[in-house]
């Protein structure tokens, strides 16, 4: 089952915007990871923030994590084209990841130069 | 290795035929996860091992597909009487553990199903 769900599904900024992309999920969770994937193949970390945390940074991505509402966010600032790419988020179940990493359906995110 | 491999890259087989998609993990990590993806789509659960066994096998689409890891290393994942369907790349990924770390992947097999 699909337990988190990304919004938006697609997003076009312009090169040099900042970009939010907003995760949603239904369980309680250990952790909750980004990953990016371009051009359809391997998906590479980005980020991971771990249930007892509310922000995280890491270069030019901000994630924040309200466990309350079930919810993240991945800020991306000072786009460039080179950030185009499918955002995913990611996350364990809390039993103990029995259920892997389950991942969302990802926001295509394209960087007009 | 450096990274995770996946084997073949890319594989077109007959319908009816049946495939096996090998993945090599970073040496070390126990956790390794099997997910598919459909164009345009998010990854789908497949299967995850912890180590040789595999506590949750319910994510596999059908009877035709099935997994096994031995020696707490490579993994192969193998779809018989292989339908249309089932063209997707597969993707497999592996961490240190299971809980609380990055998983890393490998580039994907792309399977078609003619």
């Known amino acids: 089952s699909q337990q988190g769900e990304e919004d938006p599904q697609a997003l076009s900024i312009q090169e040099g915007e900042n970009a939010t992309m907003n995760c949603s999920y239904k369980?309680?969770?250990?952790?909750l990871q980004w990953y990016r994937q371009n051009s359809g193949r391997g998906l590479v970390h980005l980020i991971l923030?771990?249930?007892?945390?509310r922000e995280k940074h890491s270069g030019r991505l901000r994630v924040t994590l309200d466990t309350s509402k079930k919810s993240s966010s991945l800020l991306i600032t000072a786009s460039r084209a080179a950030d185009t790419a499918s955002y995913f988020c990611?996350?364990?179940?809390?039993?103990?990841?029995?259920?892997?990493?389950?991942f969302g359906k990802g926001t295509h995110l394209i960087i007009q130069p | 290795g450096a990274g995770v491999s996946q084997s073949p890259s890319n594989k077109v087989t007959e319908k009816g035929k049946d495939v096996e998609l090998r993945c090599d993990p970073i040496?070390?990590?126990?956790?390794l996860y099997w997910y598919r993806q459909s164009l345009g789509q998010g990854l789908e659960f497949l299967i995850y091992?912890?180590?040789?066994?595999?506590?949750?096998k319910s994510g596999l689409p059908s009877d035709r597909f099935s997994a096994e890891r031995t020696g707490g290393s490579v993994s192969t994942l193998t779809i018989q009487r292989t339908q249309q369907e089932d063209s997707a790349v597969y993707l497999c990924?592996?961490?240190?553990?299971?809980?609380?770390?990055?998983?890393?992947f490998g580039q994907g097999t792309r399977l078609t199903v003619v």
């Open positions: 990924a592996s961490s240190l553990q299971a809980l609380n770390t990055e998983a890393f």
């Open positions: 369980t309680s969770i250990n952790n």
């Open positions: 923030i771990r249930s007892n945390e």
């Open positions: 990611a996350t364990d179940a809390i039993r103990g990841g029995a259920d892997g990493l389950t």
């Open positions: 040496s070390g990590h126990t956790a």
């Open positions: 091992f912890q180590g040789n066994s595999a506590p949750d």
